[in-house]
């Protein structure tokens, strides 16, 4: 087997020479415009690199169904937050949209993977993203279900920065309820801050507004899916988010989002995505602007309307 090396997709400016090179191959001969083939098909050859600029994130929200998978791309380094679930011993959700989402990135390298704890949801499509990308570092709110690597344990106060952008976990690993551990991770830039909290109840949600921890975020994913025993008024009214995202699977059997957690969402005026509906949700950190893009609208088809 041959491995192709990962490319980001072409721009329209190359693209449109690509496919004008291709027909200029089987132009007729008398043209004589054969020669400017080779010329027209040099861009796709040596295309940049998408590159993140210093000093801002860049934020994807996969649509995984029913559980979570985050990228989060600085200048030079990525890390993902929760690896979506595991359908079968041969099928995850990373293997089927982590893994092509990151093809098409360009990525080569992941600098750390953060599961927020070890429900199936959020740890199932770890096994495949370790097989694609060896030896990175896996951190986790609690033991990870047939797991046998290396990883460690968040603890609040944890924080790093990446080309301006810093990382701080606000919790967990601190209760034995596998959901309530999940480690809270804060992703700061500038002003423009996310929020992830995994799959924390209303007790952790009071616990860190009690503790005066700085919750304030410009995007948060809804604990839980959404759940109605997340997203307590008194937690949204702390962290006071422009934009709130579901990520939740299509007429999942939990219900989620919770028709009372949507309305309490409603209540803060926050704007409100749901990748069941909207697709993966890509937007920025750090360009003063946390404008959503979903998936479904920008590759509209029309059997989606």
């Known amino acids: 087997?041959?491995?192709?090396?990962?490319?980001?997709?072409?721009?329209?400016?190359?693209?449109?020479?690509?496919?004008t090179g291709m027909l200029l191959l089987i132009s007729p001969a008398p043209l004589g415009l054969r020669w400017l083939a080779p010329v027209m098909l040099v861009p796709s050859f040596f295309m940049e690199p998408f590159s993140v600029p210093v000093g801002q994130a860049e934020?994807?929200?996969?649509?995984?169904?029913?559980?979570?998978?985050?990228?989060?791309?600085?200048?030079?380094?990525?890390?993902?937050y929760d690896t979506g679930d595991r359908f079968s011993e041969r099928m995850s959700a990373a293997q089927s949209v982590i893994l092509p989402a990151l093809s098409k990135s360009g990525v080569t390298k992941i600098d750390r993977i953060m599961i927020s704890h070890g429900d199936q949801d959020h740890s199932g499509g770890l096994p495949s993203l370790?097989?694609?990308?060896?030896?990175?570092?896996?951190?986790?709110?609690?033991?990870?279900?047939?797991?046998?690597?290396?990883?460690?344990?968040?603890?609040?106060?944890?924080?790093w920065d990446w080309d301006g952008v810093h990382f701080q976990v606000l919790a967990g690993g601190d209760y034995k309820r596998s959901n309530d551990a999940s480690c809270v991770l804060k992703v700061t830039v500038g002003t423009d801050s996310l929020l992830l909290p995994g799959d924390i109840s209303g007790r952790v949600e009071k616990r860190l507004i009690e503790e005066g921890v700085e919750l304030k975020s410009s995007v948060l994913v809804a604990a839980h899916h959404g759940s109605r025993f997340s997203s307590d008024p008194g937690f949204l009214s702390a962290v006071q988010p422009e934009v709130i995202i579901f990520s939740s699977g299509f007429a999942n059997r939990?219900?989620?989002?919770?028709?009372?957690?949507?309305?309490?969402?409603?209540?803060?005026?926050?704007?409100?995505?749901?990748?069941?509906?909207?697709?993966s949700l890509s937007f920025t950190?750090?360009?003063?602007?946390?404008?959503?893009?979903?998936?479904?609208?920008?590759?509209?088809?029309?059997?989606?309307?």
């Open 59 to 80: 934020v994807t929200v996969l649509d995984v169904g029913q559980g979570l998978a985050v990228l989060i791309r600085t200048h030079q380094h990525l890390m993902i």
């Open 130 to 159: 370790l097989s694609r990308y060896p030896d990175v570092p896996v951190i986790s709110g609690t033991k990870l279900p047939e797991f046998e690597g290396t990883w460690v344990k968040c603890q609040p106060g944890d924080h």
């Open 1 to 19: 087997m041959v491995s192709i090396p990962a490319r980001q997709s072409l721009s329209w400016p190359a693209l449109f020479l690509a496919v």
């Open 254 to 279: 939990f219900g989620h989002p919770a028709s009372e957690t949507v309305t309490r969402a409603q209540e803060v005026g926050a704007q409100i995505f749901n990748t069941a509906a909207d697709g």
């Open 285 to 305: 950190l750090g360009n003063g602007n946390t404008t959503v893009s979903a998936y479904r609208k920008t590759h509209s088809r029309y059997w989606w309307r």
